[in-house]
Nanobody, 116 residues
Framework: QVQLIESGGGLVQPGESLRLSCAASGLTFSRYFMSWHRQAPGKERELVADIGRLEGRITYADSVKGRFAISRDNAKATVYLQMTNLTLEDTAVYFC?????????WGRGTPVTVSS
């Protein structure tokens, strides 16, 4: 059974940082293209960042460039999202996604709330 389990979310103030983790099991992690997405209240889910099977290919949404960093550890079957200088607009539930050869898996998400 494939599982993607996100962790690391929480309540922070503007300007603070969080590191999200997504631990995968039940799949050959190194084959999968991994990404982080988020969904704010009343909005559609949007791509935040993605990373190829090796760390060479990485893309970011314009709204997070220079503040967020995605990385992966294939040995630990985990993908990370380091978030810095958080703003109110970063408040959302953050999901990780694994994709390979038309197969897609989603985690259940971890909430991030940025509030003063």
């Amino acid at each position: 059974q494939v599982q993607l389990i996100e962790s690391g979310g929480g309540l922070v103030q503007p300007g603070e940082s969080l590191r999200l983790s997504c631990a995968a099991s039940g799949l050959t992690f190194s084959r999968y293209f991994m990404s982080w997405h988020r969904q704010a209240p009343g909005k559609e889910r949007e791509l935040v960042a993605d990373i190829g099977r090796l760390e060479g290919r990485i893309t970011y949404a314009d709204s997070v460039k220079g503040r967020f960093a995605i990385s992966r550890d294939n040995a630990k079957a985990t993908v990370y999202l380091q978030m810095t200088n958080l703003t109110l607009e970063d408040t959302a539930v953050y999901f990780c996604k694994a994709a390979y050869a038309g197969i897609i898996y989603w985690g259940r998400g971890t909430p991030v709330t940025v509030s003063s």
